[in-house]
């Protein structure tokens, strides 16, 4: 029986694509989904499968040909003799080599436990290949003939590894026990490729991940870079005794970072503002909240500080240390995550130097800080090792300027490098 083999359904709004590659000859036999053309889209590469087992009898299409969905490719002889028996309700077998055309090799030497392999098969160069697109792929990636190769599956069916043996002489390496991973959490399942693991978005990721989407799609970010000089904030901090501003309480450089971009935000009120879309307007806050990111089991939190500008550092550090403990168990309110005007994200705190970060929108910059390292700098000609703080600042370009962002760094920069100055 002819069956005509037609280009299926590609997925929402792709209408047909480019032939690139043709993985079977007329005259082939196939088994039931195995593949017979490579198709690129505008969407990607994919091979097209052929439900049908049976003989190639016609190829209506070549290399590089533009085909429609629902156009007729192929020509496929469903005749009993043809077409492989299954060998489960799964997954048909290999089609049988004809008798007159096999001749059988002796079996390889197993180990005695191990069953008897089939004998290897070659097919003649009239008969039909008994090969699937996986092993046709690797034989053109080589330049090797498959009519050549012997085949070591059911049936005579030539496999990519006996394409690879036939090519190098030898058989390729055995995959060696995986390493171990962490497990993550959710239920085990299955893809194309392997297991894996489906785990529900909680309310928290789907809500961060919809304001990250929001940000991006409204805000047209640029980020700059640079280096503050914390050599002598980093001896002033260190300066302070154990337990000076509360018990247990570390002095970290956050609280110096908040008060320095606080000052700076007090001085360049478009950092410290937002857009009414509907109305058009510049909204500039005459108030310094903000944001600090914590990074809790549950995702990354914004609580946000307020009248950062008005407070003293030990002030700061205390409420920072309260902000963060509140974050990490879940016991903030509503409240306490509304109302920033600016965030601060510590990069450093886990690792890395530069990032870009994203505009908590409706703010219009954002802070990211690096692991401090010590670095080589050129002092009055002379090369001498200076603690250096990266500095990642994203901004919303519809209102900030480059040169308006560059000179709130430098502000930024300024107070970090004489930390006296935010003593006073």
């Known amino acids: 029986?002819?069956?005509?083999?037609?280009?299926?359904?590609?997925?929402?709004?792709i209408a047909g694509g480019d032939i690139v590659n043709v993985l079977v000859q007329e005259g082939d036999v196939i088994a039931a989904n195995d593949g017979l053309f490579e198709l690129e889209t505008d969407k990607a590469v994919i091979e097209i499968?052929?439900?049908?087992?049976?003989?190639?009898?016609?190829?209506?299409?070549?290399?590089?040909?533009?085909?429609?969905?629902?156009?007729?490719?192929?020509?496929?002889?469903?005749?009993?003799?043809?077409?492989?028996?299954?060998?489960?309700?799964a997954k048909p077998s290999a089609p049988q080599a004809p008798a007159a055309a096999a001749k059988t090799a002796a079996p390889a030497p197993t180990p005695a436990a191990a069953p008897t392999p089939a004998p290897l098969k070659h097919p003649t160069a009239e008969g039909p290949i008994p090969a699937g697109p996986a092993a046709r792929r690797v034989a053109?990636?080589?330049?090797?003939?498959?009519?050549?190769?012997?085949?070591?599956?059911?049936?005579?069916?030539?496999?990519?590894?006996?394409?690879?043996?036939?090519?190098?002489?030898?058989?390729?390496a055995a995959l060696g026990p995986a390493p171990q991973r962490v497990v993550p959490p959710g239920e085990v399942g299955q893809d194309s490729w392997g297991e894996v693991r489906r785990d529900k978005m909680s309310?928290?990721?789907?809500?961060?991940?919809?304001q990250m989407v929001k940000s991006c799609t409204i805000i047209p970010h640029v980020t700059n870079f640079d280096d503050a000089d914390v050599t002598d904030l980093e001896n002033l901090r260190n300066g302070v005794p154990p337990d000076y501003i509360a018990p247990g309480l570390k002095l970290t450089s956050m609280p110096f970072v908040l008060k320095a971009v606080a000052l700076a935000l007090a001085k360049h009120p478009t950092v410290n503002a937002s857009i009414d879309d509907e109305k058009e307007e510049i909204v500039y806050k005459q108030y310094v909240n903000v944001g600090?990111?914590?990074?809790?089991?549950?995702?990354?939190v914004v609580p946000v500080m307020r009248n950062v500008d008005r407070l003293s550092i030990s002030a700061i550090a205390k409420e920072l240390a309260g902000m963060a403990k509140r974050a990490r168990n879940a016991e903030f309110g509503l409240e306490e995550i509304r109302g920033g005007t600016f965030t601060i994200s510590?990069?450093?705190?886990?690792?890395?130097?530069?990032?870009?970060?994203?505009?908590?929108?409706?703010?219009?910059?954002?802070?990211?800080?690096?692991?401090?390292?010590?670095?080589?700098?050129?002092?009055?000609?002379?090369?001498?090792?200076?603690?250096?703080?990266?500095?990642?600042?994203?901004?919303?370009?519809?209102?900030?300027?480059?040169?308006?962002?560059g000179r709130f760094l430098n502000e930024v920069k300024d107070f970090l490098q004489s930390p006296a100055k935010l003593l006073l």
């Open 49 to 89: 499968p052929c439900p049908h087992a049976g003989k190639v009898a016609k190829l209506l299409v070549k290399k590089g040909q533009a085909v429609k969905v629902g156009q007729v490719v192929a020509v496929i002889e469903a005749e009993d003799a043809a077409v492989p028996t299954p060998a489960s309700a």
């Open 140 to 172: 053109r990636e080589l330049g090797l003939d498959i009519r050549q190769v012997a085949g070591s599956g059911e049936r005579g069916r030539i496999t990519p590894e006996d394409v690879q043996t036939a090519a190098t002489g030898s058989a390729p």
């Open 292 to 300: 600090v990111a914590v990074d809790t089991p549950r995702g990354l």
């Open 1 to 13: 029986m002819s069956i005509e083999f037609k280009i299926p359904e590609l997925g929402e709004n």
């Open 203 to 210: 309310k928290i990721r789907r809500t961060i991940a919809a």
């Open 346 to 405: 510590n990069l450093g705190a886990v690792g890395g130097t530069y990032s870009t970060p994203v505009i908590n929108h409706p703010e219009v910059a954002i802070l990211l800080l690096g692991r401090s390292r010590w670095l080589p700098v050129v002092r009055d000609g002379q090369i001498v090792p200076r603690f250096m703080m990266p500095l990642s600042l994203s901004y919303d370009h519809r209102i900030i300027d480059g040169a308006a962002a």
